[in-house]
């Protein structure tokens, strides 16, 4: 079933890039093989929407072209509060032959779409305390939202294998990179320019997800309507540089109030996972996506939330090989956190 060695690339369609990661593997330990950064146009992809295949489907040939990268064999992911649905919920305890077989049935009253028009996986947690019932991950994700993107990536001349789900690929890049503690609640947090993915781990298996529409978008638009400047130099002052009469102090200020809604909306999800599970404490956050490279954003995480905020490093235990620019990687690894997890995959993996 496995085809191990034989790797495949891992492709996150974000909203302003295509990140575009290749492993190879040799008896379990991973080195990178190809990463590249390719900036989109604004608005081909939208709240996880993909509004415009053909530029999307044109920017995708142009990454290929650029990197040379000669295997088809690629996964990619789904995010997004509106297309995918993934809730923990409470079932009879049965067989996992079983439940394929009743899913369906079983999804029904969680799903707020008709069930016919999305796709159901699950995962069995184990048992609870109370004796006959089960914890179980429910997935639905919209077929119509699947179809868009697998049309998109054969348009671009790749075969899709795996269609994964971002916080279960952050879930993946965690396992390989960091030691598991079977009693500890880890969040892994992925913050990009559109949306939020928060993943709440325990024992190293995601207990807790949730997606919002909130991102590093929101500094951007604050900056360019403060000082009245374009989308490229807030973008620059979101890196620190100086740009035109706006020094990086008087932008800093702009983006720390700016940071408000998401740091209201982690507080949120934080005490809403801490109500459902009788106030289980989260011990530490795993940063990552593009707005964990703002310098100070992880500091006030930790100052809002009262938890030890790290910066994630997706490649904490891959190979980066001397052909490739080490530096820049490591500095810039936090927004690869979902294509690692996404390189990591296998065909033939649930
Ligand atoms: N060096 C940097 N410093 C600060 N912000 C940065 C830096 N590099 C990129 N960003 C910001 O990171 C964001 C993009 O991050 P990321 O690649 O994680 O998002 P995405 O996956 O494209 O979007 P989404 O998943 O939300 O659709 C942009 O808002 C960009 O301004
Ligand atoms: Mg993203």
Do not use: W
Not at 25 to 50: A, M, Q, R, W
Not at 137 to 143: E, G, Q, R, S, T
Not at 310 to 322: E, H
């Amino acid at each position: 079933m496995l085809f191990k060695g034989k790797g495949s690339i891992g492709l996150d369609l974000g909203s302003s890039y295509i990140k575009t990661v290749k492993l190879k593997e040799s008896k379990g330990s991973y080195e990178l093989e190809l990463f590249d950064i390719h900036t989109l146009p604004p608005e081909l992809i939208v709240d996880g929407s993909i509004i415009d295949s053909i530029r999307l489907v044109d920017s995708i040939k142009e990454m290929i072209k650029k990197t040379g990268i000669k295997t088809k064999d690629t996964v990619i992911s789904i995010s997004g509060h509106s297309s995918v649905i993934i809730k923990r919920i409470s079932l009879p305890e049965m067989s996992e032959e079983d439940l394929s077989e009743s899913i369906k049935f079983e999804a029904e009253q969680y799903v707020p779409f008709d069930i016919e028009d999305v796709n159901l996986d699950f995962q069995i947690l184990g048992p609870k305390e109370e004796p006959g019932a089960m914890d179980v991950i429910l997935v639905a994700v919209k077929k119509d939202i699947i179809n868009e993107y697998i049309s998109v990536i054969k348009e671009a001349g790749l075969n899709p294998i795996i269609v994964d789900i971002d916080a279960f690929a952050l879930e993946n890049m965690y396992g390989v990179n960091y030691e598991i503690e079977p009693e500890k609640n880890i969040a892994l947090l992925n913050i990009g320019a559109s949306t939020i993915n928060l993943s709440i781990l325990k024992g190293g298996i995601s207990v807790f997800t949730r997606d919002s529409s909130l991102g590093s978008n929101l500094h951007t638009e604050a900056l360019q309507r403060e000082f009245n400047t374009s989308y490229e130099n807030a973008e620059r002052l979101k890196r620190g540089e100086a740009v035109e009469n706006v020094s990086p102090a008087d932008a800093a200020a702009v983006i720390e109030s700016a940071s408000e809604e998401i740091l209201s909306e982690i507080v949120r999800s934080f005490d809403y996972y801490r109500s459902t599970t009788l106030h289980e404490d989260i011990s530490e956050v795993i940063f990552g996506g593009g707005c964990s490279l703002l310098k100070d954003f992880s500091s006030m995480i930790a100052g809002r939330t009262g938890i030890e905020t790290k910066v994630v490093d997706p490649f904490r235990n891959i190979k980066i090989p001397n052909k490739f620019d080490g530096s820049y990687i490591r500095e810039i690894a936090p927004i690869m956190a979902v294509a690692v997890g996404l390189a990591l995959r296998r065909q033939g993996d649930r």
